[in-house]
C-alpha cells in the first residue's frame, strides 16, 4: 500500500496549484485522507483531511482559500489551493487511514512534493 502524491511547484502569491494524492496495492477502504505540511524549522502541521463521508477539517489559516475533495472509487484525494500566500511555502505530505483487503489499518504516508509561493 502506498500514496503517491503529485502536483506541486513554484507558483506566484495569489497563485493556485492543485495537488493530487492517489492510494495504491491493496486498498479496501480508506477512512480518512488528507494532507499536511512542513515548513523549514517547523513542525508538520495539518491543512486538510476529509473523511470518507466527505466531512472535511482544515487548518484555520487556510480555510475559505483551500479546498479538499475526494473520488473515492480513483481513491484520490485532491487539495485545491488558491489565494497561496509565502507563508504557504512548505513540503506537503499526503497521508492516509486505510484498511487494505485483510482489514488490517495502516497510517500510510507519500512522499511529500514542495509548493513554493514566491514572486
Known amino acids: 500500500v502506498q500514496l503517491q502524491a503529485s502536483g506541486g511547484g513554484l507558483v506566484q502569491p495569489g497563485g493556485s496549484l492543485r495537488l493530487s494524492c492517489e492510494a495504491s496495492?491493496?486498498?479496501?477502504?480508506?477512512?480518512?485522507m488528507g494532507w499536511y505540511r512542513q515548513a523549514p524549522g517547523k513542525e508538520r502541521e495539518l491543512v486538510a483531511t476529509?473523511?470518507?463521508?466527505?466531512?472535511?477539517n482544515y487548518l484555520d489559516s487556510v480555510k475559505g482559500r483551500f479546498t479538499i475533495s475526494r473520488d473515492n472509487a480513483k481513491k484520490t484525494a485532491y487539495l485545491q489551493m488558491d489565494s497561496l500566500k509565502p507563508e504557504d511555502t512548505a513540503v506537503y505530505y499526503c497521508?492516509?487511514?486505510?484498511?487494505?483487503?485483510?482489514?488490517?489499518?495502516?497510517?500510510?504516508w507519500g512522499q511529500g512534493t514542495l509548493v513554493t509561493v514566491s514572486s
Open positions: 496495492g491493496s486498498v479496501y477502504s480508506i477512512n480518512r
Open positions: 476529509m473523511t470518507i463521508s466527505g466531512i472535511p
Open positions: 497521508n492516509a487511514d486505510l484498511r487494505d483487503y485483510g482489514l488490517t489499518r495502516y497510517d500510510v
